[in-house]
T-cell receptor, first 112, second 116 residues
Framework: DGGITQSPKYLFRKEGQNVTLSCEQN?????MYWYRQDPGQGLRLIYY???????QKGDIAEGYSVSREKKESFPLTVTSAQKNPTAFYLC???????????FGPGTRLTVT | AQTVTQSQPEMSVQEAETVTLSCTYD???????LFWYKQPPSRQMILVIR??????QNATENRFSVNFQKAAKSFSLKISDSQLGDAAMYFC?????????????FGGGTRLMVKP
């Protein structure tokens, strides 16, 4: 089945630790995205990548980093510099930047 | 910058009835796309319907239809014959057609409850 997978579904970390969230897609999409969702709010864009080895900052990139070494994978690292990392993180992909985005199931990150 | 506003934090509808969710947006652009996404309790975002601003005809997908009023910058979603599975958060989203980053701007969401 084609789709977007994010693992794990729930992630717990201690404050001060970096943590990496996984996002994999087998849809042959060129573009991938990371969003953050806080309770009762819409999604905000963290980073996006339109092609391998290229990525751009979104609206709230501070405290996050990404890599795009393979077309299928776009991992997000939440660094210790992110002031409020506890949130729900959604990964998305699209055929190209001009096409609709399709979302993965998300990862709930809790930092204590 | 574009903004998207959903003025109804919560709505409820009786099963089999019709409900309309409101969305307004602010933009100075003439060419753009509008979307409605559904987020059920599983929290996965599902694309419900899409509207191109240059099209006058309102988009329809089965029981879901939109009322797109470009001059008023309004983009409401009508759900007909509501089903229990329609209960979810619904997000309205905007994307510029000239946006090199394909960035979506989301509204704050409307929680839809369906009563049996």
């Amino acid at each position: 089945d084609g789709g977007i997978t994010q693992s794990p579904k729930y992630l717990f970390r201690k404050e001060g630790q970096n943590v990496t969230l996984s996002c994999e897609q087998n849809l042959n999409h060129d573009a991938m995205y990371w969003y953050r969702q806080d309770p009762g709010q819409g999604l905000r864009l963290i980073y996006y990548s339109q092609i391998v080895n290229d990525f751009q900052k979104g609206d709230i990139a501070e405290g996050y980093s990404v890599s795009r070494e393979k077309k299928e994978s776009f991992p997000l690292t939440v660094t210790s510099a992110q002031k409020n990392p506890t949130a729900f993180y959604l990964c998305a992909s699209s055929y190209t930047l001009a096409y609709e985005q399709y979302f993965g199931p998300g990862t709930r990150l809790t930092v204590t | 910058a574009q903004t998207v506003t959903q003025s109804q934090p919560e709505m409820s509808v009786q099963e089999a009835e019709t409900v309309t969710l409101s969305c307004t947006y602010d933009t100075s652009e003439s060419d753009y796309y509008l979307f409605w996404y559904k987020q059920p309790p599983s929290r996965q975002m599902i694309l419900v319907i899409r509207q191109e601003a240059y099209k006058q005809q309102n988009a329809t997908e089965n029981r879901f239809s939109v009322n797109f009023q470009k001059a008023a910058k309004s983009f409401s979603l009508k759900i007909s014959d509501s089903q229990l599975g329609d209960a979810a958060m619904y997000f309205c989203a905007y994307r510029s057609a000239n946006n090199a980053g394909n960035m979506l701007t989301f509204g704050g969401g409307t929680r839809l409850m369906v009563k049996p």
